[in-house]
């Protein structure tokens, strides 16, 4: 962005320097409240914060002139490794893993047949020359991985459908990156089994650093006391960082790196997790403004009338044959209910990701690039105000509500490293089944012991009559060698109430052993 006046550039000073701050306080304090606002309202927040930048930019009050199209690209890939990291911490295992088979093929055959099917919509029904159809076919063929967290968590689908989701968001970056880079470089595009080839070995890479990093991370942050608890959440976010680095380093898949990096640790029963969470999600938050607002500056809103019909036109095809298409082939060897399939077909979400990478053709200089970034942002706009706010009612019609199930306890470990044991800070959430369970009835493991209750704003020593009641905080001291147990013990409870254990309820999940 440059400060041109009469002709020349003005250096950048002090007191230019404290404008932009005042500036940039002034737009997170209006996209804070714009969260508010679209959360009552149901209108997306990727929109909110569009239309903060558009207002800003060269056509509204702010004339702003930006055009660094490079620059909108590097910011967004760090921003997207920021949210790809919050949503892999948040990700639960036990959600996902039976869902990787379906979600890998969504990410994979689903993304090639949704590129086919859109890039010859786009060529027939617009007249886009077929470069710039499979490259608009590309951008829009991934799910956005901010806009599937933060909407499907709001959601009280079945896990299956939200751990397939979420890990689709997860992993159809990396193909889809790879494709756009192939069909925007000058000169003859690859064949298809040299890209099939890429995609793989890269996958493949990101995949193993990413585990890798992940197991390491977790297992020094479990076994190193560091000296402040405010330590914690940045370890663990430069740790998912590094992830990202090394796999992209390795000439592997950055994204994929850092979401099952981030996964690994969200699972992993870390320190002090609670803070670690709001610290991430707070993050998550900033990355999505900062990368919304910039992407409103980068669009001229007096260029886009030409390009709305293309835009509606290619979105159709997107949404009613090539996403419907890609999950019926998908998920067929899966045996998926037909209500379950017409939910993920809607839910394909679309959000800052394919706007970001409708920015690489624009930085390799391909004919007609703009109008791929026009047709692509009028595309997400409408579809993603349109998709978003249905995604309750459709559930609903489709009777897809979340069964009934305990909620889980909040359990937060600070290690004790000198006493060779764990302080365990439990509260018990609405709709835990520990309400009403004695002391004496949690059974903990010989080695653990409930020291402490907090109950309305007023902590007591309990005796072993003493009963627990909803909304209760209780202080667990446990050693090493039980810590684990106690957790499980605990959590187990919570889900089947005294009767844990002889009724079959385990505590295993959220990476809870046996």
Request: contains cysteine.
């Amino acid at each position: 962005m440059r400060a041109v006046r009469q002709g020349r550039e003005r250096p950048l000073t002090v007191h230019h320097l404290n404008q932009l701050l005042l500036v940039c306080s002034l737009v997170l304090l209006i996209a804070v409240a714009a969260v508010r606002i679209s959360s009552r309202s149901g209108l997306p927040s990727l929109l909110v914060y569009l239309a903060i930048g558009i207002a800003m930019g060269q056509d509204g009050i702010g004339d702003i002139q930006f055009d660094d199209a490079e620059l909108v690209q590097v910011i967004g890939y760090g921003a997207l490794v920021v949210i790809l990291a919050e949503g892999g911490l948040g990700t639960k295992w036990k959600e996902i893993k039976p869902a990787l088979p379906a979600a890998s093929a969504l990410a994979l055959a689903g993304v090639a047949v949704s590129v086919g099917v859109t890039a010859a919509g786009a060529h027939y029904l617009t007249g886009l020359e077929w470069r710039q159809a499979l490259i608009v076919g590309a951008v829009v063929s991934s799910t956005d991985a901010a806009a599937v967290f933060s909407v499907l968590r709001r959601i009280p689908l079945p896990s299956r459908i939200t751990g397939t989701l979420e890990a689709e968001s997860g992993f159809n970056d990396a193909p889809v990156v790879i494709l756009v880079v192939a069909f925007s470089t000058a000169g003859p595009m690859e064949h298809w089994y040299v890209l099939l080839g890429e995609i793989a070995l890269e996958l493949a890479i990101g995949a193993a650093i990413g585990l890798a990093v992940g197991w390491l991370g977790s297992w020094g942050l479990r076994h190193v006391a560091l000296p402040a608890s405010g330590l914690y959440p940045i370890a663990v976010m430069a740790i998912a960082v590094s992830a990202y680095a090394a796999g992209a380093l390795a000439h592997g898949s950055g994204f994929l790196a850092v979401y099952l990096a981030s996964m690994v640790m969200g699972n992993a029963r870390l320190p002090h997790w609670p803070a670690t969470r709001g610290f991430a999600d707070g993050l998550g938050w900033l990355a999505q403004i900062g990368m919304f607002v910039l992407l409103g500056l980068l669009v001229t809103p007096h260029e886009l009338g030409d390009d709305i019909v293309p835009a509606l036109l290619i979105g159709l095809v997107l949404t009613m044959v090539a996403r419907p298409l890609s999950v019926v082939l998908c998920l067929v060897p899966f045996r998926v209910p037909w209500q379950e399939q017409t939910l993920m077909s809607w839910a394909g979400l679309r959000g800052a990701v394919p706007i970001i990478l409708a920015t690489i053709p624009m930085v390799e200089g391909v004919a007609g690039s703009r109008r791929i970034f026009n047709i692509v942002f009028v595309l997400v706009c409408i579809y993603t105000l349109v998709q978003g706010p249905t995604l309750p009612w459709l559930a609903r019609k489709l009777r897809l509500g979340k069964s009934d199930e305990a909620a889980d306890l909040g359990i937060e470990s600070a290690p004790l490293e000198r006493l060779r044991g764990h302080l365990l800070s439990v509260t018990i959430p609405e709709g835990s089944r520990m309400h009403g369970v004695e002391i004496s009835e949690l059974r903990l493991p010989a080695g653990a012991a409930v020291t402490l209750v907090v109950r309305e704003g007023k902590s007591f020593v309990p005796l072993p009559t003493t009963g627990l009641r909803r909304g209760d905080e209780l202080l667990v001291v446990a050693t090493d060698p039980v810590r684990d147990a106690a957790e499980a013990r605990l959590r187990a409870v919570g889900r089947g109430g005294k009767l844990a254990g002889w009724l079959g309820t385990t505590g295993n999940g959220n990476g809870i052993r046996r």
